[in-house]
């Protein structure tokens, strides 16, 4: 869970919300530091097909099914998301990630 603009939002509910969305094959939703909200979310997705989506049809999709401030504020694009041995996403590599690219 994180804490955006003092509402707590679930990243489970954000994931299953996008792994509805027939090209999306997996989702991961992280919060990050924010100036104004405090945390927002972004959305690291694995899509079905190469290159074919967009980051606005991704949100427009999400945006008709939760509230405003559960929506991620950025979406980023991998080939797959680094899982341990069990299955499970390592956010904390997927947080890494966003801090070095930042």
């Not at 899509?47 to 401030?69: N, W």
């Not at 680094?82 to 904390?92: E, F």
Request: contains cysteine; hydrophobic residues 40%.
């Amino acid at each position: 869970m994180f804490i955006s603009g003092g509402e707590n939002v679930y990243p489970a509910e954000i994931e299953q919300v996008l792994l509805s969305h027939p090209d999306v094959q997996d989702a991961a939703i992280i919060g990050v530091p924010d100036s104004k909200w405090g945390e927002v979310g972004v959305a690291y997705l694995v899509v079905r097909r190469q290159g074919g989506i967009a980051a606005e049809e991704i949100i427009y999709f999400v945006s008709t099914q939760l509230a405003r401030y559960k929506l991620p504020k950025e979406i980023c694009f991998l080939e797959s998301l680094p899982r341990n041995a069990s299955g499970k996403i390592l956010k904390d590599e997927l947080l890494a990630r966003y801090r070095s690219a930042g």
